[in-house]
């Protein structure tokens, strides 16, 4: 029973620094070029170090992303209700089944909490059958754009924490940002090779005069 208690003890320290640290470790490896076992130490001592900021910064990114998630599907759902209701102007004949609008059997209004409703009981035609699988598929691109906000600002918003964290438990600045040396030495010979090509023509424009 003792070991099993010490086992559960490391299973639970493990798996909370898993969960509240995940976020970090795509950041970790970006940021400080770490690999993948650095990652995770890293991760694990900035969440047992300073738990209570982590929480902070968790509970500010996750209310600031759910007003911006907010604001984003608001405007999707926008973009479909026009586009719903301009198209209703010309489409005024009802469908196969004389059931309601032809539109509204390819395509139903879109809601604020439904952008897509896929379920419809209508009876259609082949041809009306047709259009409502390519309309949900153009439909599917604007939902599409909303999940990919989502997933931006998930990795954004780690990357800031991560880079507050890593300044607060390491003292490290947040410039300080992991650059591969390849690229470094590209970008430092630049300036280099144009301040030499300066000062050897610097002389000759003075033998000159």
């Not at 640290?21 to 950041?27: C, R, Y």
């Not at 970008?187 to 023509?201: D, H």
Request: aromatic letters at 14%; hydrophobic letters at 50%.
């Amino acid at each position: 029973m003792f070991l099993a208690l010490i086992a559960g003890a490391l299973i639970a320290v493990v798996s909370i620094g898993t969960v509240a640290g995940f976020g970090l470790m795509f950041p970790a490896v970006a940021y400080d070029g770490s690999d993948c076992f650095d990652a995770i130490s890293r991760c694990f001592s900035y969440v047992y170090s300073r738990p209570w900021r982590m929480a902070f910064y968790t509970v500010i990114a996750s209310v600031y992303g759910a007003i911006c998630y907010l604001f984003v599907r608001l405007c999707a759902f926008l973009l479909m209700w026009f586009a719903h209701r301009f198209l209703q102007f010309g489409i005024l004949v009802d469908n196969s089944s004389k059931e309601v609008n032809k539109l509204i059997a390819i395509w139903p209004e879109p809601s604020f909490t439904n952008l897509i409703d896929s379920s419809s009981s209508i009876a259609t035609n082949w041809s009306e059958s047709l259009a409502g699988f390519l309309t949900y598929l153009f439909l599917l691109v604007v939902v599409g754009l909303v999940v990919s906000f989502v997933i931006s600002f998930y990795f954004s918003a780690n990357t800031i924490i991560y880079s507050l964290m890593r300044n607060k438990v390491d003292d490290t600045s947040i410039e300080d940002i992991y650059t591969d040396p390849g690229d470094a030495e590209d970008i430092g010979t630049e300036p280099v090779a144009a301040e030499e090509k300066s000062e050897a023509s610097q002389p000759q424009t003075e033998s000159e005069q």
